[in-house]
Every structure is written in structure tokens, then in C-alpha cells.
């Protein structure tokens, strides 16, 4: 099923620069920014946290902790004080995209190879691959629903995909919109990193 995504909201997220991923520990919308982690109020867009931490692509948060890629590691970071209290490889060792966390696991995206990576968030083992058909810059589950974000040549939106084989069954459209990351607020909203427009989009959920 192919629809347009509806857009309900969106801040900026990085003025002047890219947000490279997204993510949301119930309260606020972590951004990945290049040089810094950022956390925003999703009602005013206003900046609450910032954190000099290289922040090169995808965030996720576990409850606790929050995992930020930062070329080919991914760390593990107290999102109180910003401080890294562990890293682990990244599967795609500087290629990686998006990333997300369930089920006790991280969820890594990947662009150029269309895939979704799982891998052990203590060791960075990899436990499986899911092959996609579409170029993957984001990830996040919500009610046992996977979706992805995706971009190419500057037309973006988010798909939900079969786990067990990659089947797309739901495309929210985004033309004209990079989407650089995508986090579930774990109900009827995704936020979706805007890449170069610096902007973090919100979305209703089909």
C-alpha cells in the first residue's frame, strides 16, 4: 500500500547543518548532528541537552542508555552527563545508516547494501539480515511493526516491512524530503531526520 505520508509537525534540529539520525526516550527527540548529540522538546522544538560527541548517523535509546554511530563504533552513552560508558564495533564499519533498539537488541541500518542488521548490543555480534529493496537511512519498531526510512535523490518517506523477509507492506511517501532517521514515539507519531534541511519532521503513523 502506497500513501503520502501526512506531516503533523516539524523543528529544527540542527541550524545550519544536517541531522544524521533520530531517536526519543519518551520525553525528548534525541538528534545526531555531526559534532554533537542534541535533545529537543517535540511540542516547542526547543533545545534542551546538547553533547559534544561525534553523532555521524543513527541513535537509538534502550531505556537507559542512549547508542549513537560515530563512523565505524557504535557507543553507548548516560544521557544524563554525555559521557560514552561502552562502544562496540559497527557492523558495517563506517557504512552504517540508521539504528534502533528492541527486543533486548540493536537494529542497524544500512544505505548502499538495503539492509537492516541485528547485532548484540554488548558484543556488536551480528544474530541476523534483513535484505530490503530500498535504500535504508533509518529504523524503528513499534507494536511488533518494523519500518525504515529511505532516501534517494532527495525523495525520502518510511516503509514497514515484513521482518521474517523484507517485504514492503506500507510506503509513507515523502517527496521533495530527504529522511536521514526515524524513531517511533512508541504510538502514533514517528519523528524523521530532514538530512541537509537541518529539520526533524513529525509524522502520523498509517
Given at each position: 500500500?502506497?500513501?503520502?505520508?501526512?506531516?503533523?509537525?516539524?523543528?529544527?534540529?540542527?541550524?545550519?547543518?544536517?541531522?544524521?539520525?533520530?531517536?526519543?526516550?519518551?520525553?525528548?527527540?534525541?538528534a545526531a548532528?555531526?559534532?554533537?548529540?542534541r535533545s529537543?522538546?517535540?511540542?516547542?522544538?526547543?533545545?534542551?541537552?546538547?553533547f559534544?560527541?561525534?553523532a555521524?548517523?543513527?541513535?537509538?535509546?534502550?531505556?537507559?542508555?542512549?547508542?549513537?554511530?560515530?563512523?565505524?563504533?557504535?557507543?553507548?552513552?548516560?544521557?544524563?552527563?554525555?559521557?560514552?560508558?561502552?562502544?562496540?564495533?559497527?557492523?558495517?564499519?563506517?557504512?552504517?545508516?540508521?539504528?534502533?533498539?528492541?527486543?533486548?537488541?540493536?537494529?542497524?541500518?544500512?544505505?548502499?547494501?538495503?539492509?537492516?542488521?541485528?547485532?548484540?548490543?554488548?558484543?556488536?555480534?551480528?544474530?541476523?539480515?534483513?535484505?530490503?529493496?530500498?535504500?535504508?537511512t533509518?529504523?524503528?519498531?513499534?507494536d511488533?511493526e518494523?519500518?525504515?526510512g529511505?532516501?534517494?535523490?532527495?525523495?525520502?518517506?518510511?516503509?514497514r516491512?515484513?521482518?521474517?523477509n523484507?517485504?514492503?507492506?506500507?510506503?509513507?511517501?515523502?517527496?521533495?524530503?530527504?529522511?536521514?532517521?526515524?524513531?517511533?514515539?512508541?504510538?502514533?507519531r514517528?519523528?524523521?531526520?530532514?538530512?541537509?534541511?537541518?529539520?526533524?519532521?513529525?509524522?502520523?503513523?498509517?
Open positions: 500500500m502506497n500513501k503520502r505520508a501526512e506531516i503533523v509537525g516539524e523543528f529544527v534540529g540542527n541550524a545550519g547543518g544536517a541531522v544524521n539520525g533520530v531517536s526519543y526516550d519518551g520525553h525528548h527527540v534525541w548532528t555531526g559534532d554533537r548529540m529537543f522538546d517535540p511540542v516547542t522544538g526547543a533545545e534542551v541537552t546538547t559534544d560527541l561525534p555521524h548517523a543513527g541513535t537509538a535509546y534502550d531505556g537507559q542508555h542512549l547508542y549513537q554511530i560515530a563512523d565505524a563504533i557504535i557507543q553507548k552513552v548516560d544521557p544524563q552527563s554525555g559521557k560514552v560508558v561502552d562502544t562496540i564495533p559497527a557492523p558495517g564499519a563506517g557504512k552504517d545508516s540508521g539504528l534502533a533498539w528492541a527486543d533486548g537488541s540493536l537494529w542497524v541500518g544500512q544505505y548502499n547494501d538495503r539492509q537492516i542488521v541485528q547485532i548484540d548490543p554488548d558484543t556488536g555480534a551480528v544474530q541476523r539480515v534483513i535484505q530490503t529493496n530500498r535504500f535504508v533509518g529504523v524503528t519498531w513499534v511488533g518494523l519500518w525504515h529511505y532516501s534517494d535523490d532527495g525523495d525520502g518517506g518510511l516503509a516491512i515484513d521482518p521474517a523484507g517485504n514492503v507492506l506500507v510506503n509513507l511517501d515523502m517527496p521533495g524530503i530527504s529522511v536521514s532517521g526515524v524513531e517511533s514515539d512508541g504510538a502514533d514517528f519523528f524523521c531526520g530532514g538530512g541537509e534541511s537541518g529539520k526533524v519532521h513529525i509524522v502520523r503513523r498509517a
